[in-house]
């Protein structure tokens, strides 16, 4: 089994007042981690895999929490 080398993430706001994103990155989001979208925080609340990586690539869902629109 190769390592994973990039991973493809579906990102949703769990109230729902952003949009969410699908994304390509590099590492694995982890719990407790922030991401800037568009401008806001959002904080990382859940990393679930979608399903088993593809060759050295992942699939993910991350749940995440806006904590500020700060830029």
């Given at each position: 089994?190769?390592?994973?080398?990039?991973?493809?993430?579906s990102?949703v706001v769990?109230?729902?007042?952003?949009?969410?994103?699908?994304i390509h990155?590099?590492?694995?989001?982890?719990i407790?981690?922030?991401?800037?979208?568009?401008?806001?925080?959002?904080?990382?609340?859940?990393v679930e895999?979608?399903i088993?990586p593809?060759?050295?690539?992942?699939f993910?869902h991350v749940t995440?929490r806006r904590v500020?629109?700060?830029?």
């Open positions: 089994m190769s390592m994973v080398n990039g991973y493809k993430v990102y769990e109230d729902g007042s952003h949009n969410g994103a699908i990155v590099d590492h694995r989001p982890q407790g981690q922030e991401l800037r979208v568009d401008g806001a925080v959002f904080l990382v609340l859940e895999e979608l088993p593809l060759d050295d690539f992942g993910l995440c500020s629109d700060r830029r």
